[in-house]
C-alpha cells in the first residue's frame, strides 16, 4: 500500500525522542512526527503529552526520496490523540498565519537535521 502525501492515517507511538515521536502506520510504514508538529500548543515535555504505545491519528505531510515520512498530529482532522488508558491531549487554534518562505525552508532544515542526528546516534549503538 502505498501513502499519499495528505492521507490521513492511524497509527501507533513506537518511539519517543527530544524532537518529537516516531509513528508506525497499519500497512506497517512508519514515520516521525516532529515535535513542532504535536499541538499547537508549546511543547516543553514530549512525554507529558505522549507515550509508547498510544493509538494517534496522523497527516502525511511529506515524503522524501529515501521514503522517509514527515507526519503531523495537529493537521490531522479531529487532531485528539488517545490511548487505551484514556488519555487525551487538547486540540489547539486551527488558523495559524502561514510561515514566510524562509521560516519554512529553516523548519524543513531543522527537522532533516534532527533525523540525520537521530539515524547517525541509532547507527552509533549498533
Excluded: C
Excluded at 514515520?31 to 507515550?51: F, K, M, P, T
Aim: aromatic share 4%; glycine share 8%; charged share 30%.
Amino acid at each position: 500500500m502505498s501513502v499519499e502525501v495528505g492521507s490521513i492515517l492511524q497509527g501507533k507511538v513506537t518511539g519517543i525522542t527530544t524532537f518529537g515521536v516516531f509513528v508506525s502506520m497499519e500497512n506497517g510504514v512508519s514515520g516521525l512526527v516532529h515535535i513542532s508538529e504535536i499541538s499547537n500548543d508549546y511543547v516543553a515535555d514530549i512525554n507529558q503529552i505522549i507515550h509508547i504505545g498510544m493509538e494517534v491519528k496522523v497527516k502525511v505531510l511529506s515524503k522524501d526520496a529515501k521514503g522517509k515520512l514527515s507526519l503531523s498530529i495537529k493537521q490531522a482532522e479531529g487532531s485528539v490523540a488517545s490511548a487505551s488508558s484514556g488519555d487525551n491531549f487538547k486540540k489547539g487554534k486551527k488558523n495559524k498565519e502561514p510561515l514566510d518562505p524562509f521560516e519554512e525552508m529553516m523548519k524543513k532544515f531543522k527537522q532533516q537535521s534532527e533525523e540525520k542526528i537521530h539515524d547517525l546516534k541509532r547507527k552509533d549503538k549498533n
